[in-house]
């Protein structure tokens, strides 16, 4: 896919839900990174790394091991901004975790685009409010 690189992070966005991870997969370079906030809820709660590498790891994350916490999951954007090569998104994630909590959060998300496939992403969010619909009150 040829485009800008907000169009190929948005269309990221869309591939992400298939839960197909060779797809998936295909959208990153082959020393792509994921890093998320060291101790988030998420990567805890899984027995998960938060510094993700390579396309495989990403992917298998995204189709499948996210889902053993997650279900019903609703992503709305606040916003998306493109600058070069670089792609901020701000969104809202809706779900229902194991056990039927509901969980909602902010998150905001850092791509790098390399040609036509993701580099990096750094992931944000409010680690604290995660942590507490996961795990309760600390």
Known sequence: ?????????????KTFSSR??????????????????????????????????GPQQIARFIAREMHRM????????RG?????DVVIVEERMR?????GVPYENE???VFT????RIRQVREYMDTR?????VFGEA
């Open 129 to 133: 409010k995660g942590w507490r619909m």
């Open 20 to 53: 197909d991870a060779d797809r998936i997969a295909a959208l990153f370079t082959e020393d792509a990174e994921w890093i998320a906030p060291k101790g988030n809820a998420t990567a805890v709660a899984l027995d998960h790394t938060d510094h993700m590498i």
């Open 70 to 77: 997650f279900s019903d999951i609703d992503i709305a954007f």
């Open 1 to 13: 896919m040829t485009g800008t690189s907000k169009d190929i992070v948005l269309n990221a966005w």
């Open 80 to 84: 998306v901004y493109a600058d070069g």
């Open 113 to 116: 685009v390399a040609g036509d």
């Open 95 to 99: 779900a229902t975790l194991v056990g």
């Open 107 to 109: 998150y905001c998300f």
